[in-house]
Nanobody, 123 residues
Framework: QVQLAESGGGLVQPGGSLRLSCAVSGESFSTYLMAWFRQAPGSEREFVGCSVRNGGAIYYINAVKGRFTISRDNAKNLVYLQMTNLKPEDTAVYFC????????????????WGQGTQVTVSS
């Protein structure tokens, strides 16, 4: 059984930075597609970006390109979302997710989810 746990959320001013972490328990972490999603109040869950298994490519939505960076430490079973130049519209609950599918942006194709961590960008 794979379990995911996010941490690192909080309140930050516009222009600030945060780093989210996702700890993954279970085997074969390096073989999972790891993704970050976010969900703002009243909105659907939105794909933010993902890291393809075994050191493959990393993808982002246009809204966060150049500001967010996904990285993973396969030795420690951790995946990170470094967020810089945060904007109020980045406010959401952020989730990490895992799937054995090679590449997908569709939330319903991810088998494993963390509980989410709140990120609030406000002055």
């Amino acid at each position: 059984q794979v379990q995911l746990a996010e941490s690192g959320g909080g309140l930050v001013q516009p222009g600030g930075s945060l780093r989210l972490s996702c700890a993954v328990s279970g085997e074969s972490f390096s073989t999972y597609l790891m993704a970050w999603f976010r969900q703002a109040p009243g909105s659907e869950r939105e794909f933010v970006g993902c890291s393809v298994r075994n050191g493959g490519a990393i993808y982002y939505i246009n809204a966060v390109k150049g500001r967010f960076t996904i990285s993973r430490d396969n030795a420690k079973n951790l995946v990170y979302l470094q967020m810089t130049n945060l904007k109020p519209e980045d406010t959401a609950v952020y989730f990490c997710a895992a799937t054995t599918t090679y590449y997908t942006r569709e939330a319903e194709e991810y088998e494993y989810w963390g509980q989410g961590t709140q990120v609030t960008v406000s002055s």
